[in-house]
């Protein structure tokens, strides 16, 4: 069994900050890469940025919220997160975690999803 434990949103004002963050735990021999998604009402899931575990630790954001948010890790708690800055109504959605973990050796890296956090950017 794996768990992905979302925690850190809320309702803020425009301009203001949120710091998100995915724990994963459970059955884990590896973790590949961790990230994080938002789905607004009525639209698509969509990537927001991804960090790479095992290749360099390589970074990637959505052009939306580049130079506003930041992702980053900590390995010894299989933890990730996403500070949020300069946020605007626009970032109004669910967030959700997503990691590619290998449960025991000689499976392949699957991917999972928490359950997501609201965050409400509002005046």
């Known amino acids: 069994q794996v768990q992905l434990v979302e925690s850190g949103g809320g309702l803020v004002q425009p301009g203001g900050t949120l710091r998100l963050s995915c724990a994963a735990s459970g059955s884990i021999i590896d973790i590949n890469a961790m990230g994080w998604y938002r789905q607004a009402p009525g639209k698509e899931r969509e990537l927001v940025a991804t960090?790479?575990?095992?290749?360099?630790?390589?970074?990637s954001y959505a052009d939306p919220v580049k130079g506003r948010f930041t992702i980053f890790r900590d390995n010894a708690k299989s933890t990730v997160y996403l500070q949020m800055n300069s946020l605007k109504p626009e970032d109004t959605a669910v967030y959700y975690c997503?990691?590619?973990?290998?449960?025991?050796?000689?499976?392949?890296?699957?991917?999972?999803w928490g359950q997501g956090t609201q965050v409400t950017v509002s005046s």
């Open positions: 960090i790479n575990i095992i290749s360099g630790g390589r970074i």
């Open positions: 997503n990691a590619a973990i290998m449960r025991y050796y000689g499976d392949s890296f699957r991917n999972y």
